[in-house]
C-alpha cells in the first residue's frame, strides 16, 4: 500500500512537470501581460528560451526566415527579462546565467549555418552579450568596497 502511495505520487509530480513544460509561448506571453513585476524576468526567460529552442528547430528544418525570426524574440525578452530584473532588483543572477546559456547555444547554432545566415545569430550574441554586461554591472557595481 504505501509503494503505491509513493508511485502515485512520483506519476503526480512527472505528469506536473512535463505539463509546465508544455506551455506554448503564446500562453506564456498572454501571461506576461498580467504578470506582477517580480515574475516578469523567468516569464520573459522563459519565453526567450523555448524561442531559442524553436530557431534552433527551424534552422534544421532550414527555415531560416522564420528562425531569424525567433533568434529576434530571444533578444527581445532576453532585454525585457534584464529590465525587469533590473527594475526589481530580483532574478538578476538567473537572468544572466539563462543569458549566458543561451549565449552558448547559439555559438553552438552559429557553427552549424552557412555563412549567410550567421549574422543575424552574431548579432543575437552580442546583444545577449550586453545584456549580460549590464546584469554583472548592477549586480558588482564598481567603485563599492
Known sequence: MRRLAIWMLFVAIAS?????????????????????????PGLCIQIAQQQLRIADQLYVEGKTVEARAA??????????????????????KN???????MVEKLRDIKRTLAFEDQPPVDQAIRRLEEIRTALLDQMFPKGKK
Open 16 to 40: 506536473a512537470s512535463s505539463v509546465a513544460k508544455d506551455v506554448t509561448v503564446d500562453e506564456l506571453k498572454s501571461r506576461l501581460a498580467s504578470a506582477r513585476p517580480e515574475d516578469r
Open 71 to 92: 533568434v529576434g524574440d530571444v533578444v527581445t525578452y532576453s532585454d525585457q527579462a534584464r529590465d525587469a530584473a533590473m527594475q526589481t532588483r530580483k532574478h538578476l
Open 95 to 101: 537572468v544572466e546565467i539563462a543569458a549566458r546559456k
